[in-house]
């Protein structure tokens, strides 16, 4: 199973929106709503950010929002602040109890 | 609340083995699923194994099936990831994690553990 493409990079300046893309395959993001997101920041376990392509859990910021179209999930952080900066992280099932991570997204906050 | 309580550091020689736990408190053990996950130094995640608590069933990454057991004790509602034949690219963090049957997500995250492997 291979890895989700990530960007390795984005970023936005205070109050902007940066948009991270997830590519995957009809086997994966394409085939399954069990898309989620993750916020590490470094030293830390990764947060869960969004579940399902598109839930918010409890406590994360409205700001955040996920969407999915074919086999591309996307996940959107409107008005950006200073404590956004950190990776993202996208996951999907795969299938048969196996399991996938992108590669990994670094967001910049200028 | 929710904890997933991980055992300590480890270094290890290559070719040994290592043995990571990982505790869960507040929640009945056995109604959601558990996986591992890895991440080496300055790299991604990389999704290891999944395993059901309710009756032990496992499945693991290729990259790691042969090498890599998961089991789990529901008395003390611990699982266990034990890797063997270790090598100096198994230098990571390891993390538990609990997923909601049936939605794909890792909700809830141990805190690590890291292995190194050296000679």
């Known amino acids: 199973q291979s890895a989700l493409t990530q960007p390795p990079s984005a970023s936005g300046s205070p109050g902007q929106s940066v948009t991270i893309s997830c590519t995957g395959t009809?086997?994966?993001?394409?085939?399954?709503?069990?898309v989620s997101w993750y916020q590490q920041h470094p030293g830390k376990a990764p947060k869960l950010m969004i579940s399902?392509?598109?839930k918010r859990p409890s406590g994360v910021p409205d700001r955040f929002s996920g969407s999915k179209s074919g086999n591309t999930a996307s996940l959107t952080v409107s008005g950006l602040q200073a404590e956004d900066e950190a990776d993202y992280y996208c996951?999907?099932?795969?299938?048969?109890?196996?399991?996938?991570f992108g590669t990994g997204t670094k967001v910049t906050v200028l | 609340q929710v904890q997933l309580v991980q055992s300590g550091a480890e270094v290890k020689k290559p070719g040994a083995s290592v043995k990571v736990s990982c505790q869960a408190s507040g929640y009945s053990f056995t109604t959601y699923y558990l996986h591992w996950v890895r991440q080496a130094p300055g790299q991604g995640l990389e999704w290891m194994g999944i395993l059901n608590p309710s009756g032990g069933s496992t499945t693991y990454a290729q990259n790691f099936q042969g090498r890599v057991t998961m089991t789990r004790d529901t008395s003390t509602s611990t699982l266990y990831m034990e890797v063997s034949s270790l090598r100096s690219e198994d230098t990571a963090v390891y993390y538990c994690?609990?997923?909601?049957?049936?939605?794909?997500?890792?909700?809830?995250w141990g805190q690590g553990t890291l292995v190194t492997v050296s000679s």
């Open positions: 399902e392509v598109t």
């Open positions: 009809s086997s994966d993001v394409g085939g399954y709503n069990y």
């Open positions: 996951s999907s099932y795969a299938g048969s109890n196996i399991y996938v």
């Open positions: 994690a609990r997923e909601p049957r049936g939605s794909g997500t890792y909700d809830y």
